[in-house]
């Protein structure tokens, strides 16, 4: 299976200043017949599920604000807040999705929090 | 607007049965690959199970195989997840999602999540 890796585990930044979460793949999942990266990104905040961000590594789900943007390929990926808001705080996750090298797995989260 | 709204979670002992469901409203249901994912306490998620848009392939994790069987009713907006010889590390929220079908499995919409406790 891949694995994936994010880092930090967790960070605290200022009100409108940048967050920047890292996602590391141990495999490849650029699909070489498409050229898309099969990543995506989700936003989780307690007691809620999941909320899916970005997927395609870059592509941002309808209603999410643009301050949120996803980019990198193949092995390593970045998830950027570029200023951060009080509703930001949570915990990031990515998640693969190249189905031909096994199940989807995601990270382990990092929590992002107001400095 | 769409909805996924579980059920079925609860207690139970390690090594009994649990039968978890999920309706959907809002969407056309039979259209969509199905996933259960789940999440231990103050873990990440972790896929479980999907099944095609008219249950005829279902994939599962190693992790579940043999134990869990997902299944669906398109008739009434339904998908299960039976839960067989439950163990201890099967405790978590377990949450019914749908893959919107662009080439993933990823996720779009998630349902709250229902609690199973495997524990004697």
């Known amino acids: 299976d891949i694995v994936m890796t994010q880092s930090p585990d967790s960070l605290a930044v200022s009100l409108g200043e940048r967050a920047t979460v890292n996602c590391k793949s141990s495999q490849s999942v650029l699909h070489s017949s498409n050229n898309k990266n099969y990543l995506a990104w989700y936003q989780q905040k307690p007691g809620q599920p999941p909320k899916l961000l970005i997927y395609w590594a870059s592509t941002r789900e309808s209603g999410v604000p643009d301050r949120f943007s996803g980019s990198g390929s193949g092995t390593d990926f970045t998830l950027t807040i570029s200023s951060l808001q009080a509703e930001d705080v949570a915990v990031y996750y990515c998640?693969?999705?190249?189905?031909?090298?096994?199940?989807?797995?995601f990270g382990q989260g990092t929590k992002v929090e107001i400095k | 607007e769409v909805q996924l709204v579980e059920s079925g979670g609860g207690l139970v002992q390690p090594g009994g049965s649990l039968r978890l469901s999920c309706v959907a409203s809002g969407f056309s249901f039979s259209n969509y690959w199905m996933d259960w994912v789940r999440q231990a306490p103050g873990k990440g998620p972790e896929w479980v199970a999907n099944?095609?848009?008219?249950?005829?392939?279902?994939y599962y994790a190693d992790s579940v195989k043999g134990r869990f069987t997902i299944s669906r009713d398109n008739a009434k907006n339904s998908l299960f997840l039976q839960m067989d010889t439950l163990r201890a590390e099967d405790t978590a929220v377990y949450y019914c999602?749908?893959?919107?079908?662009?080439?993933?499995?990823?996720?779009?919409?998630w349902g709250q999540g229902s609690l199973v406790t495997v524990s004697s």
């Open positions: 099944i095609k848009e008219d249950g005829s392939d279902k």
């Open positions: 998640q693969q999705y190249y189905h031909t090298l096994g199940p989807p797995t």
């Open positions: 999602a749908r893959d919107p079908g662009y080439g993933g499995p990823f996720f779009d919409y």
